[in-house]
């Protein structure tokens, strides 16, 4: 059966900052350890996808469920509440997985989705990088990022962590699949990134997932969302 996702997004104010360092540390095994949960990560975010773009008060969990019956539970948990606390604004985004390729933490969280949507579609790449080719990878971030920053049909994007350096992602929302598509495989230095990973061997393990966008709800300031006016469920 195709896993339920959420993916929940904190911003807390810069007062709160070692409050949430402290959250961090405690929460990640509280978190898998919820009733109903398959998978889970807590995640820290940036503004882009480089070096320097560590953003202290914005915080992620990419949560799988058993089901959405068991994700509408989560409120009502230990680390959702303690986030909730120290937390000035929150988004949640529903998803189903479309595809999936790759492991994360020698897993396959979301199985093998197969499907296909018309909506709005949340792209999840993460890899944990080879140290002896760390810098060659942070060279070629630049252009990428600059290239994402004005991509037609992406609504919103940021950075995601497990560890300030080496395990590191992205998430970005889109339109529709058409508009990730064309980013992802025909933008000249989105494309030249992808020729260079199997030569470059950049990846010690990484993980590419889609998905279908099912809900959204919170305030969409927290991650830059900017969908000209078009809204989804709130």
Not at 18 to 37: E, K, N, Q
């Amino acid at each position: 059966m195709t896993p339920f996702v959420t993916l929940h997004v904190w911003r807390v104010p810069r007062r709160a900052v070692p409050r949430a360092f402290v959250r961090m540390a405690l929460d990640r095994r509280r978190l898998r350890a919820t009733s109903g949960v398959r998978f889970a990560k807590l995640l820290g975010t940036g503004d882009g996808f480089g070096l320097t773009d560590a953003d202290p008060t914005r915080y992620a969990a990419l949560v799988v469920w058993d089901d959405a019956a068991a994700a509408e539970g989560f409120d009502g948990t230990p680390v959702a509440r303690a986030w909730e606390r120290i937390a000035e604004g929150r988004l949640r985004i529903d998803l189903s997985p479309l595809t999936s390729r790759g492991k994360w933490s020698g897993t396959t969280p979301f199985g093998e989705p197969r499907g296909q949507t018309e909506g709005p579609v949340l792209a999840l790449t993460r890899a944990r990088l080879r140290p002896r080719r760390a810098v060659t990878f942070w060279r070629a971030v630049p252009p990428v990022a600059a290239a994402a920053a004005t991509a037609p049909g992406q609504l919103a994007r940021f950075g995601i962590g497990e560890a300030p350096i080496g395990w590191q992602g992205t998430v970005s929302v889109w339109r529709n699949t058409a508009d990730l598509t064309e980013f992802a495989y025909r933008h000249p230095e989105h494309r030249a990134a992808i020729l260079r990973t199997p030569t470059e061997g950049w990846y010690a393990e990484d993980l590419f997932a889609r998905f279908a966008v099912l809900g959204v709800m919170g305030d969409r300031k927290v991650v830059g969302w900017n969908d000209g006016g078009e809204r989804g469920r709130a």
